[in-house]
């Protein structure tokens, strides 16, 4: 029989420096580690949904139970000890209460995940175990990737709820009426500015004293572009909280340092509208009086192209962007994908990365990469670029993406990625100090592919001749063809809804 005479029970009184708040930031944290990063990460998978959730974890189970410490002041609750955190038990683990996640995954020196990566935790589990378990892992990871190469990205629930729900949006008065865009709708309307104009680099305080606005941003969480009607127009992407992730954008930096030797590159390739450095281009592409689709020519460049196709940090970054592009566009990414597959199924040219639905890449080397003021005409003009930065710059002072048509300078710290519709919205960088370094990599696809596909893989003059009445249809369409384009960005409500 139970006892129910409490008479005789002591209170239980809990320790003075007992803190609840801080028990619910262990037990979440806990939950978060729960999968050794050894074992489940996979440097080549980059879909948003999984970078945020493969934080730093201990090699042993940090919610394993573990005998209680005995006390040390007796009965007294003041002098018991506190309640153990995560901290206490397992030394190398961060304090949830003093660092937060995104704390823990930053550095202040760029190349210290690579170079003093954080010591493993004990593991007394079997080898054995931890071997088979790293195999099931692997297997786990390769299939993600097959399906993502055969699929695309899918944007899960949990990316919803936690970037999507939660984001701080850029609410701005975008009219599309004003937009520079071809008769065809299919690409932009290259500046009428003069170079003199043009090719300049502006600092921080140039542009604060023409009237621009600085938008501070961590460069990891992820904040859309609004528009006036309420769809998201762009999106600055971020980065994963993954410490993983910032080893393979410094790696990828350091790969694109030591390409970058002036004596691969010819004087007059360094002079160009977008700013004074060497790019490098490669992928499908479609213009200049092409007859079918192709990759773009590499010349002396074909060994370093190659050379990134295989470095699969860039791989890691390109894909991220595309799981970005993804979650934030998911009509206007499915036109991209289906636009490429079309594309190399037909020509049989093989894509850049199996896991982005972007037809072509540019590399810009050098280490000062800081682009003049410029739009991406050829571009897609509804379309989406991806834009990465990497370097070692303080993003509070230089480096900062500048949208001149709105007014804004946004701080693009290195690692993080910004899409935007580049054929239409003019941008730059401002300038970075003497001795930083800065690099970029660009996703994007030529407006003349798209077309080039839906006239059933014919030129304009072609498909004139050859069906008059598809052609006829096609020219009818141009009219509306950039508001069409439009209709496929998404309100925030609609890409919530699949919670």
Not at 204 to 228: H, S, T, Y
Not at 314 to 320: D, E, F, H
Not at 376 to 388: R, S
Not at 432 to 451: C, D, K, N, P, V
């Amino acid at each position: 029989m139970v006892n129910t005479n409490m008479s005789n029970t002591r209170p239980i009184f809990p320790p003075v420096s007992f803190d609840f708040a801080a028990l619910l930031q262990t037990a979440f944290h806990c939950q978060q580690v729960g999968i050794p990063v050894e074992d489940d990460a996979d440097p080549d998978e980059s879909h948003p949904a999984s970078e945020s959730a493969n934080a730093q974890a201990p090699a042993t189970d940090p919610c394993r139970p573990l005998s209680p410490p005995k006390p040390m002041g007796g009965d007294d609750p003041e002098h018991s000890p506190r309640a153990p955190l995560l901290s206490d038990i397992l030394p190398n683990t961060p304090d949830c209460r003093s660092r937060s996640p995104v704390e823990d995954s930053s550095s202040d020196n760029p190349s210290a995940a690579e170079s003093a990566p954080p010591d493993p935790l004990p593991n007394p589990s079997n080898p054995r175990k931890r071997g088979k378990n790293r195999r099931t892992n692997r297997k786990r990871a390769k299939k993600r990737r097959e399906k993502v190469e055969k699929e695309g990205h899918v944007t899960n629930t949990r990316t919803v709820l936690e970037h999507v729900q939660l984001c701080e949006p850029l609410n701005l008065a975008i009219d599309y009426a004003k937009m520079p865009v071809s008769l065809s709708g299919y690409v932009g309307i290259r500046s009428s500015e003069s170079k003199k104009v043009l090719r300049n680099t502006n600092s921080l305080n140039d542009l604060l004293a023409m009237g621009f606005e600085v938008v501070e941003w961590d460069g990891r969480e992820a904040r859309p572009i609004i528009d006036a009607n309420g769809r998201v127009c762009g999106v600055l992407a971020g980065r994963p909280n993954d410490k993983t992730y910032d080893l393979s954008v410094d790696r990828a930096c350091r790969f694109l340092q030591a390409e970058s030797a002036p004596e691969c590159f010819r004087p007059e390739e360094s002079r160009h509208r977008r700013g004074p450095f060497a790019a490098v281009a490669f992928g499908i592409s479609f213009g200049g009086g092409q007859k079918s689709a192709q990759r773009l020519v590499t010349g002396s460049h074909t060994g370093l192209v190659e050379r990134v196709l295989s470095n699969r940090h860039i791989s890691r970054l390109a894909s991220y962007a595309d799981g970005a592009f993804r979650t934030w566009s998911p009509r206007l990414y499915a036109y991209y994908r289906s636009t490429l597959l079309k594309a190399s199924s037909h020509t049989r040219q093989r894509i850049n990365f199996k896991g982005s639905c972007f037809a072509a890449m540019s590399v810009n080397m050098g280490g000062k990469v800081c682009c003049f003021k410029h739009r991406d005409c050829v571009n897609l003009a509804f379309g989406w670029c991806a834009i990465t930065a990497m370097g070692n710059f303080d993003p509070k002072k230089g480096g900062h993406f500048v949208l001149w048509d709105l007014k804004l300078i946004i701080e693009f710290p290195p690692g993080s990625t910004i899409l935007i519709p580049s054929a239409v919205f003019s941008h730059s960088n401002t300038s970075i100090g003497t001795e930083e370094t800065r690099f970029s990599i660009t996703q994007y696809t030529a407006g003349a592919l798209f077309r080039w596909v839906e006239n059933g893989f014919k030129t304009d003059k072609e498909l004139q001749a050859q069906d008059p009445a598809h052609y006829s249809h096609m020219s009818d369409l141009k009219a509306s063809r950039f508001e069409h384009g439009i209709r496929m960005y998404c309100t925030l409500d609609e890409l919530c809804k699949v919670v």
